[in-house]
Structure formats: structure tokens, C-alpha cells
């Protein structure tokens, strides 16, 4: 067991899973969070005292045994400490739920459709849809089949399943949106679209859609430091008009969104995330050092 220094222990990881090299799925011992926890909503996390407030959405929860599910890909210093950690370790926050659940209210057939880590929030969102009654299609991409997760669960939460691979290694060739396309075409009527992946692949859904009337909602992950709307670090123009993805969101009108905008401000830090990842040491590692010397 791990054990920071300055470290409360206040949410224990109870269940620690490797989907693939560069993706984890945690269940955390949250049961205030677990009560309220709803499809489409998130939490942000600390490591310890000394760590960044990390949004990441919720990829389910169980209420009896109070713990919360997230999967995550350790892309960041914030996200290889937390993957460094294992069952049994604690965290220092786990603050949610926040944001505004899915709406899953009205509707007779939806179509989700996931892209890479992002399927990891598609998933809850379209088991709350077939929870509700809705007929639920599900289209999820890949680079290739080594990275494929939550096979099983989609089949599970759906309807039909379409399970598509950039190299066609697995399922069919081709991008979520020549699945999307084909399906629009043929006939396929409905009453919305959810979308969840990198901002590109929401982009370009949205402009699947749009010649074909079909409201298309997409999950936005904006650089985010509260998530009370307070900061403003999460703001994004849609329809012309300044929303804050913490508390308006995060799901908003796909085909007004600023995805531009969204992709330049979600750059901002990049080089000196990178820059982070290389120079940082652990607290520990820093302390084993100075005693050698």
C-alpha cells in the first residue's frame, strides 16, 4: 500500500483494473457521490494535498456498495500517479457529482457513439437510454483492435452494436461517422445522437448529422479547475453564447458548438504538461535522493 506523505486518506480505491497498456478503470469508495451519481455526470479528482483537480466523467457506480467507477488514460503526470496507485491506496478528492446527468426522458431511439477512452463515458449514458426504455444503437471506434474496451458492457446496455477499427483489424474498417453515415442513409430514424470521443470525432458527427435534421448532443471536456462555474477555465461558445461545461453542462447542442475554439484553449497547456511529465520526481524518490547524498 502507498502512503504519501501529507495524504488524508479519504477515498479508498477498491477495485483497480488494467482495460488496456493505457487505459484503468478504479472503483472508488465514494457512497455520498455513489447516492447521487447520474449518466453523463463527473467528479474531480486529487491525487494528495499537492496535486491538480483532474474532471473525469463518471463511468458507473454502484449505490449499495457506495464505491464509483472511473476509467481513465494516463495521458498526464495527474493521470500516471493515479495509475500508479492500487487497490487498497486512498486519494486525497473525490468531489462530484457534477454537472448535469443525460438526458434519457422522451425519447423512442438514439444512437450512441464512442470514440477511444471516450467510450468509457458512452457507456453509462447508453445504459441509462435502455434503462429508460429507448431503443439504443451504439457505435464505438478504434485505432485497433489491441485497444478495444467495454466490448462485453456495450452489448450488454444496446440494441445493435457496431464496433468499428481505423485499420480494420477488428469489428468493420472505418470511422465511427462511415458507420453513422451509412445508417442515416439507409433510413434509420433518430430522435437524437450522442456523441463522446475527441473533439475531432465530435466535430465530425455533428456534420454527419446535420444535413439529416437529427439533434446531436456532444459530452465536452474543457480545461476545468472548480467545477462550480466559478473559475470560468471551462468556458465554451455555443450557439454564438459563452456556457461554462461545469454547470451547463457538459452535454450541449452538437451542431452549435465552437469546436474550434474548444481545440485551441484545450492547447493552451500542452507544452507545459509535457514539460511537467518530464522533470517531475516524486516526493518520495526526491527524499531517497537526498539521503544518498
Not at 465511427?176 to 442515416?184: C, E, F, H, Y
Amino acid at each position: 500500500m502507498i502512503h504519501i506523505e501529507g495524504m488524508k486518506k479519504m477515498y479508498k480505491i477498491a477495485c483497480k483494473k488494467e482495460l488496456n497498456s493505457a487505459v484503468t478503470y478504479m472503483e472508488i469508495e465514494a457512497p455520498f457521490v455513489a447516492k447521487k451519481a447520474k449518466a453523463g455526470q463527473f467528479i474531480i479528482f486529487r491525487v494528495d494535498d499537492k496535486s491538480e483537480r483532474v474532471p473525469l466523467t463518471i463511468a458507473g457506480y454502484d449505490r449499495e456498495k457506495g464505491t464509483v467507477a472511473i476509467i481513465f488514460q494516463k495521458v498526464g503526470l495527474s493521470t500516471e500517479l493515479l495509475g500508479s496507485l492500487n487497490e487498497g491506496d486512498y486519494i486525497q478528492d473525490f468531489v462530484g457529482p457534477l454537472g448535469k446527468p443525460t438526458d434519457v426522458e422522451g425519447k423512442k431511439r438514439v444512437c450512441v457513439v464512442g470514440g477511444g477512452v471516450g467510450c468509457a463515458i458512452a457507456y453509462p449514458s447508453a445504459k441509462a437510454f435502455k434503462e429508460a426504455g429507448v431503443e439504443v444503437d451504439v457505435i464505438i471506434g478504434f485505432r485497433n483492435k489491441d485497444i478495444v474496451i467495454l466490448e462485453d458492457e456495450f452489448k450488454a446496455a444496446c440494441d445493435h452494436l457496431y464496433l468499428m477499427t481505423d485499420d480494420g483489424s477488428y469489428g468493420e474498417h472505418g470511422f465511427v461517422t462511415v458507420k453513422l453515415q451509412q445508417l442515416l442513409e439507409a433510413g434509420t430514424q433518430y430522435d437524437e445522437v450522442l456523441a463522446i470521443g475527441p473533439i475531432p470525432m465530435m466535430k465530425f458527427v455533428s456534420k454527419t448529422t446535420e444535413p439529416f435534421g437529427v439533434k446531436t448532443i456532444v459530452s465536452l471536456n474543457p480545461i476545468m479547475v472548480d467545477g462550480t462555474g466559478m473559475c470560468g477555465g471551462c468556458r465554451v461558445t455555443v450557439g454564438g453564447e459563452v456556457k461554462f461545461a461545469c454547470v451547463d453542462g457538459p452535454d450541449f447542442d452538437g451542431h452549435k458548438v465552437d469546436y474550434a475554439e474548444l481545440m485551441n484553449r484545450n492547447g493552451v497547456y500542452r507544452e507545459r504538461e509535457a514539460e511537467v511529465r518530464q522533470t517531475h520526481k516524486c516526493r518520495l524518490e526526491k527524499l531517497g535522493e537526498e539521503l544518498i547524498k
